[in-house]
């Protein structure tokens, strides 16, 4: 019997053969932590091992300052200053400090992640890294404290569950929405512990934040990680900025063609129609077309998964197509995954057109995943936004968002309620 590609990134990480639900301790590649929980690891790390410990390797240990950037209070600012003097006293290099975006997204452009690399952070959605074949996975602050040490951590072998994507999607369509379609298929626990491997011609001729978004809510059906190896373009990015090694990684780290799944699940996009998730969960999930014309206060485009360059221009061509002008009344804010992304926006003319059309347009950050950012929502208002969660309160106490794509965002914003994108892309 063939294996899976989780098995086989498992067992060069472990160094031998393993078995589907074996515990097995992995060498880690990366060990990341963000502004958000870094500095309770540095703390943990010297209180257990001496404030003279050394880790493991500093060349295999991240930064990466996202959450709260710049920061809007004196605790995050000395929580910064704790994982800046650490990173200064070991000689880690790898700092994206407040100025370069989300932390997933900097260190696949940074090319310090490869396919079959295991990699921990201290970000629920670390596993959107599986875009690239890495297994990568979200842990507490003490699983990456205690990697520091040794550079070794301990999993569970997950079965794998195998979903092949073919079609393509109509205008106004896109893989926004055949995730949101998924999601709520699946339900909150359809993938318990599951890795998941996205295969298919669709899958083939996706871009890279098409892979990221098709990963970025596996995390909301309980999933363990997803995985795409790189082809096409997406391969060529990678080797640009990873090096070689990813070519020879990729033939012999995917999934052989008798590999055991747990189930294979097939979805045809040709049809799919823009899909939305309903307060108050990722899985509430409806047509646009059925929620069309509930009013919306605030509207927020970016995030880890619908922040970069392709999904933004994305709703530049819907805002474009619809006037150039959002409703007076509809607060819009798009926010760049990373300082790449920004630039292009800025180069490209996009940034402008959005600041001439009444949006505005942040710096790079995790921006409204969360109330702990500019833009949180007041009680009794509504939100759109491409944020990967909902739950009630997530973006402010007492407020409900809807969760949809990039274009039903902005066709949203440009109306003042709930729009179908079909309606300006034809």
Not at 37 to 64: H, I, S, Y
Request: aromatic share 6%; glycine share 10%; net charge negative.
């Amino acid at each position: 019997m063939g294996k899976t590609a989780i098995m086989k990134i498992m067992e060069r990480a472990a160094g031998r053969e393993v078995r589907v639900g074996e515990r097995v301790w992995c060498k880690v590649d990366l060990a990341s932590a963000r502004d958000f929980g870094g500095a309770n690891c540095v703390l943990q790390f010297e209180k257990e091992m001496g404030p003279e410990a050394r880790v493991w390797d500093p060349e295999k240990v991240a930064f990466t300052f996202d959450l709260q950037a710049p920061s809007h209070s004196e605790k995050v600012s000395n929580n910064q200053k704790i994982i800046r003097e650490f990173a200064k006293r070991q000689g880690i290099r790898h700092v994206f400090d407040i100025n370069h975006g989300i932390g997933q997204h900097v260190m696949l452009e940074a090319g310090l992640i490869k396919p079959g690399d295991v990699v921990l952070g201290t970000d629920s959605h670390m596993n959107l890294l599986g875009a690239m074949g890495a297994f990568a996975t979200g842990v507490g602050n003490s699983e990456v404290a205690a990697a520091y040490v040794n550079g070794t951590s301990w999993f569970r072998v997950p079965q794998t569950l195998k979903i092949e994507i073919t079609g393509r999607f109509a205008p106004g369509v896109s893989m926004r929405d055949l995730l949101t379609r998924i999601v709520g298929d699946l339900g909150a626990g359809g993938m318990d512990f599951l890795a998941v491997e996205f295969t298919g011609e669709t899958i083939d001729r996706a871009n890279l934040a098409e892979r990221i978004t098709l990963c970025s809510m596996v995390t909301e059906m309980s999933g363990k990680v997803p995985l795409i190896m790189p082809s096409g373009e997406v391969l060529d990015w990678m080797t640009e900025r990873a090096g070689a090694e990813v070519i020879e990684r990729v033939k012999t780290l995917s999934a052989d063609p008798d590999a055991e799944y747990i189930r294979v699940l097939h979805y045809d996009v040709t049809d799919l129609e823009p899909m939305a998730s309903c307060p108050d969960a990722p899985d509430n999930v409806k047509p646009v077309r059925e929620i069309a014309g509930t009013h919306v206060d605030q509207v927020h485009i970016g995030s880890c998964s619908n922040g970069r360059y392709e999904d933004i221009e994305a709703a530049w061509k819907v805002l474009k197509a619809a006037g150039g002008k959002v409703d007076p009344g509809t607060r819009v804010i798009i926010t760049p995954s990373t300082t790449e992304v920004q630039l292009a926006c800025v180069k490209n003319g996009l940034a402008a057109d959005f600041l001439e059309a009444g949006i505005v347009f942040t710096n790079p950050t995790c921006a409204l995943c969360t109330a702990e950012h500019y833009g949180a929502l007041p009680a009794g208002d509504v939100g759109v936004a491409t944020n990967n969660r909902n739950f009630i309160g997530k973006v402010g106490k007492g407020s409900h968002t809807y969760l949809m794509s990039p274009m039903a965002a902005m066709a949203t914003a440009v109306r003042g309620v709930i729009t179908d994108p079909r309606e300006f892309i034809q």
